[in-house]
């Protein structure tokens, strides 16, 4: 089992729907969770970033954290065309070193949004 | 952009020669990761640094070494490099947790 699981997709929703991204997790260790947005032939970005477990809101963007579960979601809501990108969940672990900072991300969900 | 230059961007190269892959930040951060990208991958782990001549192997060091005598510069260095390595190639820095990422190096071995 892949410590951090995230679907591929691709997935596409029209214009003004509200997006669902989604990674599971198995390492009970991992504390700080991270989104990234990924457009083509660009670097990452960071997206989102909480702490533990709850929720964070910036702008149209969600982040959701249930540590219980381990599971985490993205919601874009009124989602644009200019949302059309590949998301990456990543995570990692309370500091204990220098090592500690190492995020392990998913694979990415790529995300179509369709005027 | 957080401060993080990539050079080459794009490169081809035989296998078996050696290649160098930079990362120039001018922000001062004491962290610097080399990850490379590949479809059905994701984003893998190559090498860390945590300091100037303070460096660890991360999940797909083999074939790969760095060097950090600067603060500001990451050296990724193929030594002889073979076809398995052709990959988008990102420099990223961080403070803490977040980790911010540089543009990206398409390398392709023939």
């Known amino acids: 089992q892949k410590e951090v699981e995230q679907d591929p997709g691709p997935l596409s929703v029209p214009e003004g729907a509200i997006v669902s991204l989604n990674c599971t997790y198995s390492?009970?260790?991992?504390?700080?969770f991270m989104w990234y947005r990924q457009y083509s032939r660009k670097g990452p970005e960071l997206l989102m970033y909480?702490?533990?477990?709850g929720n964070k809101e910036d702008g149209r963007f969600t982040a959701q954290v249930d540590k219980s579960s381990k599971y985490i979601s993205l919601f874009i809501r009124d989602s644009q065309p200019s949302d059309s990108a590949t998301y990456l969940c990543?995570?990692?672990?309370?500091?204990?070193?220098?090592?500690?900072?190492?995020?392990?991300f998913g694979k990415g969900t790529k995300l179509s949004v369709i005027p | 952009d957080a401060g993080i230059t990539q050079s080459p961007r794009h490169k081809v190269t035989e296998t078996g020669t050696p290649v160098t892959l930079r990362c120039h930040q001018t922000?001062?951060?004491?962290?610097m990761y080399w990850y490379r990208q590949d479809p059905g991958h994701g984003l893998r782990l190559i090498h860390y640094?945590?300091?100037?001549?303070?460096?660890d192997k991360g999940e797909v060091s083999d074939g790969y070494s760095v060097s950090r005598s600067k603060t500001e510069d990451f050296l990724l260095t193929l030594e002889s490099a073979t076809s398995s390595q052709t990959s988008v190639y990102f420099c990223?820095?961080?403070?803490?947790?977040?980790?911010?990422f540089g543009p990206g190096t398409r390398l392709t071995v023939l």
């Open positions: 990223a820095i961080s403070l803490s947790n977040e980790q911010f």
């Open positions: 390492n009970s260790a991992f504390q700080y």
């Open positions: 990543a995570m990692s672990p309370s500091y204990s070193g220098a090592g500690s900072y190492q995020l392990t």
């Open positions: 909480t702490y533990s477990s």
């Open positions: 640094s945590y300091g100037v001549k303070d460096t």
């Open positions: 922000e001062n951060h004491r962290y």
